[in-house]
């Protein structure tokens, strides 16, 4: 049981290029969605989904898609990669979305765009 | 909208109490989180209230809830160096979506 996995660790990218950013899960857990965590501001919500096949826009969105095609997958893609966009990117799931359920994070994914 | 605040910084002297504060806006919160960030580990949950408490005990710590001036905190008893990280308060809205602060770093100093 692997729990929350994210590919890759470290990531450098310059500015325009694409990349998609992995998260698996194992847990059969309903709820996934994507943060960045930037210093002094906490972790931000960009996407979301609570099921396969269903996904919505979090706090900043702008810049990146996602989509949800199984219960164990949820990829973040960049599409023309932007200063901005470095940051800290966690993943994160849970049984559901409901206010009481854990939400266990994976390791993060550390993005730098030159 | 929702906002949750939180100091950046807190350091104590190990042994001694640490106490981390925030407040947010949102009154219609119903749960309100702690997590703990280790050093290039991502978040995990530590405690969490309900907004129908005053008060959680778990150990060494504590949550106290002050619901009508918005406020959470969170001590720490007998703070060792193991503890010196990131806790985040966080607070759920409608369809489990967290609010965080911005963070506070812990320093524990032997």
């Known amino acids: 049981n692997a729990g929350v996995t994210q590919t890759p660790k470290f990531q450098v990218l310059k500015t325009g290029q694409s990349m998609t950013l992995q998260c698996a899960q194992d847990m059969n857990h309903e709820y996934m969605s994507w943060y960045r965590q930037d210093p002094g501001m906490g972790l931000r919500l960009i996407h979301y989904s609570v099921g396969a096949g269903i996904t919505d826009q979090g706090e900043v969105p702008n810049g990146y898609n996602v989509s949800r095609s199984t219960t164990e997958d949820f990829p973040l893609r960049l599409l023309s990669a932007a200063p901005s966009q470095t940051s800290v990117y966690f993943c994160?799931?849970?049984?559901?979305?409901?206010?009481?359920?854990?939400?266990?994070f994976g390791p993060g994914t550390r993005l730098t765009v030159t | 909208g929702e906002d949750v605040e939180q100091s950046l910084f807190l350091s104590v002297r190990e042994g001694d109490s640490s106490v981390i504060n925030c407040t947010y806006t949102d009154s219609s919160s119903t749960y309100l989180y702690w997590y703990k960030q280790e050093p290039g580990a991502g978040l995990q949950l530590l405690t969490y209230?309900?907004?129908?408490?005053d008060m959680k005990q778990d150990q060494r710590l504590t949550v106290l809830l002050n619901k009508k001036d918005k406020h959470l905190s969170l001590r720490i008893a007998d703070t060792q160096t193991g503890d010196s990280a990131i806790y985040f308060c966080a607070e759920s809205n409608q369809g489990g979506k967290l609010i965080f602060g911005q963070g506070t770093e812990l320093s524990v100093k032997p």
């Open positions: 994160a799931t849970s049984q559901t979305g409901t206010r009481i359920s854990e939400q266990y």
């Open positions: 209230i309900f907004s129908n408490m």
